[in-house]
């Protein structure tokens, strides 16, 4: 497999692959947003998650990819600093938000930071057909996150705190989705990043969540949650893996821009599995989003 993704780099076949994986990350991600804001308190669910992942990732990282190259462990620290904060910031937006007001803005903000980190770091450039789609892409993404706060009917008192959260979260996110393109690059082995990123990555929210479901009065059920974060990780690395893959195949601009069509199936996900209203101008504002990923994969 590791070949197969090493010969594709660079070549058509690679980009149409690159393609289809950013939007399979997407369907996955808005699933993986959903499971964490869903049934289970925030912080539990990422802990629940994470220890699954990190669990699931260990013996691959020890017994079946190459070992990391020695310069690849301060990648791995900074990867991990980033995604730490990350998910500290995540955790507290969900808590404070409603979801489809939160989750597109911290996708809409992740995007354009994300094609400006490209820039700097691998000198990617997009063309001006491009810009238009990101822009477009930027207009409904906004736009259906300002839709759904007009219509909210509860949790309006702390929804400014989880907008500003939401914001610096998806600065981080571009933060985390650039430099995890460059550690993806800079391994000969691309799984040898993911298996030994998804172990590190997943040592810090088991022990807060653990902390956390302590102090509870009334915690969940424990086996319902860890049963909830076995899935959770299993979407968590298909989702990161395949977005991490697309951007080690083609543009990380590109492939970030495309996961964002993730807002779209935050959007269904929401109606349909946490009964939350969708109309015809979210419909709308979701087309909308969807021509800006087109414009961008067409115009380049």
Known sequence: MSDLIILLEGTEA???AAMMLALMAAFLHALFGAMQKGRFDPWLS?????????LMAAPFAFFVVPFPEPHMWVIFLAAWVIHTIYKLLMAMAYTRGAYTVVY????G????????????LFGEVFTWIQWLGVFTLLAGIYGLAAFNLRTLSVGRDTMPMALALAVMTGLFVAGYTTWDAYGI????DPFTFLAWFFMIDGLVFPVI??????????????IPLLRMGAIGAVIAIASF?????????D????AAVLRETSTVFAALIGWLMLRERVGRAQIALMALIAAGAVIVEMGG
């Open 46 to 54: 990422r802990g629940a998650i994470d220890g699954a992942y990190a």
């Open 241 to 249: 893996g395949s977005i991490m893959l697309a951007t080690r195949l």
């Open 209 to 222: 969540a653990g902390l956390r479901y302590r102090s509870m009065i009334t915690p969940p059920p424990l």
């Open 109 to 120: 903000t992740g995007p354009l930071f994300t094609v400006i980190g490209a820039w700097l």
């Open 185 to 188: 690059r800079a391994t000969a």
């Open 14 to 16: 690679g980009h149409r």
């Open 104 to 107: 597109p803005v911290v996708r």
């Open 251 to 254: 543009k990380v601009g590109e």
